[in-house]
């Protein structure tokens, strides 16, 4: 299985994305994806995540203006990004589980200028 990220990229302060994360090496959806995200000097974090009932969750500094969303026909999940802020910039990282084994795609980098 292997995760593979896109979407990333320059964006000014109010600014859009759309990052998308698609699964190879299965057929079958990955029972929880998330976003996770590692600015310089900083810890890798939460951003938000889906469960397989897609119930989603977000971390409190981006509620409201990330969303989370599964595309069935690519299994795939988006992150869709509006509102952005210097704040956001960072390399961003898609993960999911399947079968009790988590997995991680090679991160995209979301630079937010002001």
């Known amino acids: 299985v292997q995760l593979q990220a896109s979407g990333g990229g320059l964006v000014q302060t109010g600014g859009s994305l759309r990052l998308s994360c698609a699964v190879s090496?299965?057929?079958?959806?990955?029972?929880?994806w998330g976003w996770y995200r590692q600015a310089p000097g900083m810890q890798r974090e939460l951003v938000g995540h889906?469960?397989?009932?897609?119930?989603?969750t977000y971390e409190d500094s981006v509620k409201g203006r990330l969303t989370i969303s599964y595309d069935r026909a690519k299994n795939a999940v988006r992150l869709e990004m509006n509102s952005l802020k210097p704040e956001d910039t960072a390399v961003y990282y898609c993960?999911?589980?399947?079968?009790?084994?988590?997995?991680w795609g090679q991160g995209t980098q979301v630079t937010v200028s002001s």
């Open positions: 889906i469960s397989s009932s897609g119930t989603t």
């Open positions: 993960t999911g589980i399947r079968l009790g084994k988590r997995y």
């Open positions: 090496g299965t057929v079958f959806r990955l029972d929880d």
